[in-house]
């Protein structure tokens, strides 16, 4: 139904009906098939995986226009102007505007905020089909793809269930976020799950530079380099660090203008704003408790994916805005160390679409209650029953972050 709707911000209703019955379909699918044994249900789930992928594919994407900006941005490029120097609307780039792109662009009056890497796939992307957001899609999809086997091998590796792929494979804020909507992320996703299977087969290095790729695409990811600190921490940070610094050698001869419009994204957008930011709006407090959230969860013990899993759903409910499609990165984590809560969270946080239910656009508030329920049920159940593992530390025994009995550990 998703994938029939010429513009689901136009069918909002249409919309948060058919991903909520996803998602119960989903929940449903996982109880049945997480713990089937066997080829046939990895084959089954595989097959299942690819259709929805594939009814998604020839979409264009409505609920969000990123797409339209990253081949923007390849267009300036093309044209040997630095995407970084102007806005859209800037009187320098008045010859690239046509009637397919530019109206489709948000926040026209600000530079680009995706940093080098995104830029480099731009550009390569365009290089095959220019100014086509087909072609991005397809880039990007490839990328997811080669994801989805990347998770497989990942929990090959950690001696799990195969099946336990159906975790991601069938995720619906998956599917709608990079299959529907065409976001950056699935390029993230390929250098992050990359990076932590380079951790689980030992070779941190290998990992600081894949998360250094990662971070070059998005900034976010940046949040996972404690986890990968330990008797090797001055290569590995100096790995990463030379990973992104090369990324960002010939954008930083702009100086600050490097960074686009990134300043004002942090203190202008609002969407959907993150706990800190509900409570007290003021950029600098809600970087400070990230800094220390994050130092505090790569403190916990417990395995590379639980602990992964807590600094990941964490850092997104405290980002400034909680844009549905930064949940994603949290996924491929979740079929390695599961949590219900976290899971349930991949569903509700699509309640922020909502947002486009009437005018002037806001999120109600029973959205935004909603979003949060499972995180909230995660708390009490914690406050309840206590510690479900004594004497393990780490995501198992963490608030909100239970083992879910329906889905098994990682040993």
Request: proline fraction near 8%; glycine fraction near 8%.
């Amino acid at each position: 139904m998703i994938g029939l709707v010429p513009n689901l911000v136009e069918a909002p209703r249409t919309f948060l009906v058919s991903f909520s019955v996803a998602f119960v379909c989903y929940v449903v699918g996982l109880v049945v098939w997480v713990r089937q044994p066997g080829r046939g249900a990895l084959v089954a789930i595989l097959v299942v995986a690819a259709a929805c992928r594939l009814v998604l594919l020839p979409a264009a994407p409505s609920l969000s226009t990123d797409a339209y900006r990253y081949v923007w941005d390849a267009r300036v490029g093309r044209a040997g102007i630095d995407p970084y120097a102007y806005a859209p609307v800037a009187r320098e780039l008045e010859p690239l505007r046509d009637t397919t792109i530019f109206p489709r662009l948000n926040h026209p009056t600000w530079r680009t905020i995706y940093p080098p890497g995104a830029q480099l796939f731009f550009r390569l992307v365009d290089a095959v089909a220019p100014d086509s957001v087909a072609a991005m899609k397809v880039g990007l999809a490839l990328a997811e793809v080669i994801t989805l086997g990347l998770v497989l091998v990942w929990l090959l590796t950690s001696g799990l269930s195969a099946a336990r792929v159906a975790i991601y494979a069938w995720n619906p804020l998956v599917l709608v976020e990079l299959w529907g909507s065409a976001h950056l992320d699935a390029l993230v996703l390929l250098a992050v799950v990359a990076s932590a299977l380079a951790v689980v087969r030992g070779t941190r290095e290998i990992a600081a530079v894949l998360l250094g790729f990662a971070t070059l695409v998005k900034i976010y990811p940046v949040a996972l380099l404690p986890l990968l600190l330990g008797r090797r921490s001055a290569r590995v940070l100096a790995l990463f660090a030379l990973t992104v610094g090369i990324g960002y050698l010939v954008p930083l001869l702009l100086g600050w203008a490097a960074v686009g419009s990134l300043p004002r994204y942090l203190v202008e957008e609002s969407f959907n704003h993150g706990l800190v930011r509900s409570l007290i709006d003021w950029p600098p407090l809600t970087l400070v408790v990230l800094v220390v959230f994050v130092a505090w969860a790569a403190a916990r013990r417990g395995t590379f994916a639980e602990r992964a899993v807590l600094l990941i759903g964490g850092s997104i409910v405290l980002m400034p805005n909680v844009f549905p499609w930064y949940a994603v990165w949290l996924v491929p984590f979740l079929a390695v160390a599961p949590s219900w809560p976290w899971i349930a969270f991949t569903g509700t946080v699509a309640c922020a679409y909502a947002f486009f239910l009437r005018e002037p656009w806001t999120i109600p508030a029973w959205a935004r209650l909603v979003e949060a329920l499972p995180l909230a049920a995660g708390l009490l159940a914690w406050l309840v029953v206590g510690r479900p593992f004594p004497g393990r530390a780490g995501l198992t025994s963490s608030f909100l972050w239970r083992r879910p009995r329906g889905l098994p550990g990682e040993g």
